[in-house]
Nanobody, 128 residues
Framework: QLQASGGGLVQTGTSLRLSCEVP??????????IGWFRQAPGKEREGVSC????????YYADSVKGRFTASTDHASKAMYLTMNDLKVEDTAVYFC?????????????????????WGRGTLVTVSS
């Protein structure tokens, strides 16, 4: 299971970094995706970012592009999501998830239910 952590209560315009513990077997897979997703109260889960192991690229939802940066640390078996210039609309429970499949990140971000591995999320609350 992937475990997200690092959430908290912050003010608009500030930054926060989330962490995701990734089981080693996922990084050992031949082709995988690791995504960050979020779910705001009363809304559906939406994609935030996706890392594709086949090309090493990271893809972002338009709503966070330029503000959020996802990174991987294989040695520490972790992924991070650095969130800058936070907005009230970023308030949500954030999850990291894994997929063992050759699937375009742009597609995976729209269909989080395709994930093979999920973990508990972490709540981020942004106040004005």
């Amino acid at each position: 299971q992937l475990q997200a952590s690092g959430g908290g209560l912050v003010q608009t315009g500030t930054s926060l970094r989330l962490s995701c513990e990734v089981p080693g077997f996922i990084f050992d897979m031949d082709d995988y995706r690791i995504g960050w997703f979020r779910q705001a109260p009363g809304k559906e889960r939406e994609g935030v970012s996706c890392f594709a192991s086949n090309d090493g690229g990271t893809y972002y939802a338009d709503s966070v592009k330029g503000r959020f940066t996802a990174s991987t640390d294989h040695a520490s078996k972790a992924m991070y999501l650095t969130m800058n210039d936070l907005k009230v609309e970023d308030t949500a429970v954030y999850f990291c998830a894994g997929l063992h499949r050759d699937l375009r990140c742009t597609y995976y971000l729209n269909y989080p239910a395709l994930s093979d591995y999920w973990g508990r999320g972490t709540l981020v609350t942004v106040s004005s």
